[in-house]
């Protein structure tokens, strides 16, 4: 336990865990993590944006197949970068059988953002992926593993195939993932992925990655253990329902006097960390933990330490819009932050914590006002087509599509795009496209690190004071 790190910090939205902050906390000898989710996309933008600093054409430099990183910064990277006001170049959507320059692209963005997080220092990254952003996994965990990353996170969803992705990549074979279909005649789809075929010659990798399973409960956690065989997992992340982003369903629900579904969380919903520490894994907890007192709690409970987001997604390292960052600080600063639970807006049906914030998805005029579109895929849904093919529908797109596809309109209700939100809210949107921001419940830290309601703190402030120390931490490497 003396050589785990006591803070994991949380894979955040689209590229709020940018390689700048994971770097960051990785350098102070805790694990940093990078968002998995739309790598692809942020990659392609920040090219045509110019790629700043030259960071992923630096990073691109050391892939070790440079027609393909030279193909991708070829289609992608503008000198001088696009301004703000002209459309991104369209990033091919997800799909079973994707194009090889998509597969190319997601390839090397995770190679890209993991080895730039890694560089310079010796320390730990973890790369956090979504089981329901699942058409991509093959090809983005080859990229990740290409460039070293030392352990994979994922939850939102029962991520088991994962050990069997990567012992098939070590082992150089092909690799499968398998894809539920809704439907009466296909009950899945298997995705196939023979790296030596792509790359023309067998590829090796630097290390065997760890995994970590994202859980919120003790029965998922032995489910995981029962069902994988041993030394698969290398522990797990238990978030509680405060946690930021997707959360676990609750095991009741009620419905407002507008009939709009309310999560509610009680006595069945809580975790058993002495039946935790049973399984004889390190474990680490999320959801309202960033405090030293609940970094202490959660060492006597037995855990290895805690898994915080927020704290980190409103450091000055984040890769967290600024202005809205500085928003939520002050509205957190002054205690007038309301995060609520909404159980409508994620396509994928789990709850979601959302940030009420004015000019975001969070509130209804700018809701009502946002013509629906499902221009990036990554949350759609497979479904058997009538022609017996595989389709794509996302109850978030516009409704009559969605019915025309075989989905029911109440699922439509209060669904939002959480791709396009997600990526304004990392500066990456498309024009016009409002961002909603996630946070987990608690920001009581803000009080602890901010002078004032103005101010602001880094990575090494928020480490230094969750672990309760009050001199300057020793970087790695």
């Given at each position: 336990m003396a050589t785990l790190p006591k803070i994991i910090q949380g894979g955040m939205g689209v590229n709020i865990s940018g390689w700048p902050l994971a770097q960051a906390v990785s350098r102070l000898g805790q694990q940093g993590t990078i968002s998995g989710v739309a790598l692809e996309r942020i990659m392609a933008r920040i090219l045509q944006r110019g790629d700043p600093g030259g960071h992923i054409r630096r990073a691109l430099s050391s892939f070790p197949f440079q027609d393909i990183?030279?193909?991708?910064?070829?289609?992608?990277?503008?000198?001088?970068?696009?301004?703000?006001?002209?459309?991104?170049?369209?990033?091919?959507?997800?799909?079973?059988?994707?194009?090889?320059?998509?597969?190319?692209l997601i390839i090397c963005a995770s190679f890209a953002f993991v080895w730039l997080a890694k560089e310079g220092h010796s320390n730990e990254i973890s790369i956090n992926y979504m089981e329901k952003v699942a058409m991509p996994h093959l090809y983005a965990?080859?990229?990740?593993?290409?460039?070293?990353?030392?352990?994979?996170?994922?939850?939102?969803?029962?991520?088991?195939?994962?050990?069997?992705?990567?012992?098939?990549?070590?082992?150089?074979?092909?690799?499968?993932?398998?894809?539920?279909?809704?439907?009466?005649?296909i009950a899945g789809y298997t995705m196939k992925f023979n790296p030596e075929n792509f790359f023309g010659r067998q590829i090796s990798f630097p290390k065997r990655p760890k995994f970590l399973p994202i859980v919120a409960s003790n029965l998922l956690a032995k489910f995981f253990k029962k069902k994988l065989p041993e030394g698969s997992i290398s522990g797990f992340v238990i978030e509680e329902p405060t946690a930021g982003g997707h959360n676990a369903p609750p095991r009741k629900i009620i419905r407002d006097k507008s009939g709009i579904p309310l999560p509610i969380y009680g006595a069945k919903d809580i975790v058993d960390y002495e039946e935790i520490a049973r399984l004889g894994l390190p474990f680490w907890i999320g959801g309202s933990?960033?405090?030293?007192?609940?970094?202490?709690?959660?060492?006597?409970?037995?855990?290895?330490?805690?898994?915080?987001?927020?704290?980190?997604?409103?450091?000055?390292?984040?890769?967290?819009?600024?202005?809205?960052?500085?928003?939520?600080?002050?509205?957190?600063?002054?205690?007038?932050?309301?995060?609520?639970?909404?159980?409508?807006?994620?396509?994928?049906?789990?709850?979601?914590?959302?940030?009420?914030?004015?000019?975001?998805?969070?509130?209804?005029?700018?809701?009502?006002?946002?013509?629906?579109?499902?221009?990036h895929g990554a949350l759609t849904e497979l479904?058997?087509?009538?022609?017996?093919?595989?389709?794509?529908?996302?109850?978030?797109?516009?409704?009559?599509?969605?019915?025309?596809?075989?989905?029911?309109?109440?699922?439509?209700?209060?669904?939002?795009?959480?791709?396009?939100?997600?990526?304004s809210t990392a500066g990456y949107g498309d024009h016009g496209e409002p961002p909603i921001v996630t946070l987990g419940d608690d920001v009581s830290f803000l009080r602890k690190l901010m002078k004032d309601r103005s101010s602001s703190y880094t990575v090494e402030d928020a480490i230094n004071w969750l672990l309760d120390c009050h001199r300057p931490l020793i970087q790695h490497g």
């Amino acid at each position: 336990m003396a050589t785990l790190p006591k803070i994991i910090q949380g894979g955040m939205g689209v590229n709020i865990s940018g390689w700048p902050l994971a770097q960051a906390v990785s350098r102070l000898g805790q694990q940093g993590t990078i968002s998995g989710v739309a790598l692809e996309r942020i990659m392609a933008r920040i090219l045509q944006r110019g790629d700043p600093g030259g960071h992923i054409r630096r990073a691109l430099s050391s892939f070790p197949f440079q027609d393909i990183a030279d193909r991708v910064v070829s289609r992608y990277f503008v000198q001088g970068g696009i301004s703000k006001t002209v459309p991104f170049k369209k990033v091919p959507i997800f799909t079973v059988n994707m194009p090889r320059l998509l597969i190319e692209l997601i390839i090397c963005a995770s190679f890209a953002f993991v080895w730039l997080a890694k560089e310079g220092h010796s320390n730990e990254i973890s790369i956090n992926y979504m089981e329901k952003v699942a058409m991509p996994h093959l090809y983005a965990i080859t990229g990740a593993m290409l460039a070293g990353v030392d352990c994979i996170t994922m939850g939102a969803g029962i991520p088991l195939q994962i050990p069997a992705v990567i012992n098939a990549l070590l082992e150089g074979k092909s690799v499968e993932y398998r894809l539920p279909v809704s439907g009466t005649n296909i009950a899945g789809y298997t995705m196939k992925f023979n790296p030596e075929n792509f790359f023309g010659r067998q590829i090796s990798f630097p290390k065997r990655p760890k995994f970590l399973p994202i859980v919120a409960s003790n029965l998922l956690a032995k489910f995981f253990k029962k069902k994988l065989p041993e030394g698969s997992i290398s522990g797990f992340v238990i978030e509680e329902p405060t946690a930021g982003g997707h959360n676990a369903p609750p095991r009741k629900i009620i419905r407002d006097k507008s009939g709009i579904p309310l999560p509610i969380y009680g006595a069945k919903d809580i975790v058993d960390y002495e039946e935790i520490a049973r399984l004889g894994l390190p474990f680490w907890i999320g959801g309202s933990h960033a405090s030293p007192k609940k970094l202490r709690w959660a060492l006597d409970a037995g855990a290895a330490g805690i898994q915080a987001g927020s704290i980190f997604a409103l450091s000055e390292e984040s890769g967290m819009d600024p202005v809205i960052r500085k928003r939520i600080r002050q509205l957190g600063f002054d205690g007038n932050l309301h995060v609520k639970t909404d159980m409508r807006i994620s396509p994928t049906g789990f709850p979601f914590k959302v940030v009420c914030l004015k000019g975001t998805l969070s509130n209804s005029i700018i809701y009502n006002g946002r013509v629906r579109i499902c221009n990036h895929g990554a949350l759609t849904e497979l479904y058997e087509r009538p022609d017996g093919n595989v389709g794509y529908r996302c109850p978030a797109e516009i409704e009559q599509q969605f019915v025309m596809k075989g989905g029911k309109i109440d699922e439509t209700l209060g669904r939002g795009c959480l791709c396009s939100g997600l990526l304004s809210t990392a500066g990456y949107g498309d024009h016009g496209e409002p961002p909603i921001v996630t946070l987990g419940d608690d920001v009581s830290f803000l009080r602890k690190l901010m002078k004032d309601r103005s101010s602001s703190y880094t990575v090494e402030d928020a480490i230094n004071w969750l672990l309760d120390c009050h001199r300057p931490l020793i970087q790695h490497g």
